[in-house]
């Protein structure tokens, strides 16, 4: 029984599980879609913080809007070539396109906000 019961705890919470990008489906994935790609580090307290916003931000956040993760350490050319400097980065993108780099922690309500202004 516990066995079943793990199984599908772990099988209900990658349900929510933000996709990671990486070299190879990063520019694919942003194509005409409203995306928001968090640059993260796994040793970066206040990314472990932001995920979890964004674990929330994905359960309230609008259709039109996707949520990416790219770690920094494995992937640090995406990082370099989209100009993220400091940690945690929220980099949106329109249609593949950089709009706006936002450095720091926020809040669901600012992530909703900045979607609304970035992707309205």
Known sequence: ???????????????FA????????????LKGKNVIVDFYATWCPPCKIMTEVLNEF???????????????????????KNGVKALPTLAYFQDGKLITLEVGIKSVEDLKLSSYNYFR
């Open 1 to 15: 029984m516990k066995k079943i019961l793990l199984v599908l705890l772990f099988g209900f919470t990658s349900v």
């Open 18 to 29: 933000i996709e990671h990008l990486n070299d190879s489906n990063f520019e694919e994935k």
């Open 58 to 80: 994905e359960k309230e956040k609008a259709e039109n809007v996707e949520v990416y993760k790219v770690d920094i350490d494995q992937y640090r050319e995406l990082a370099v």
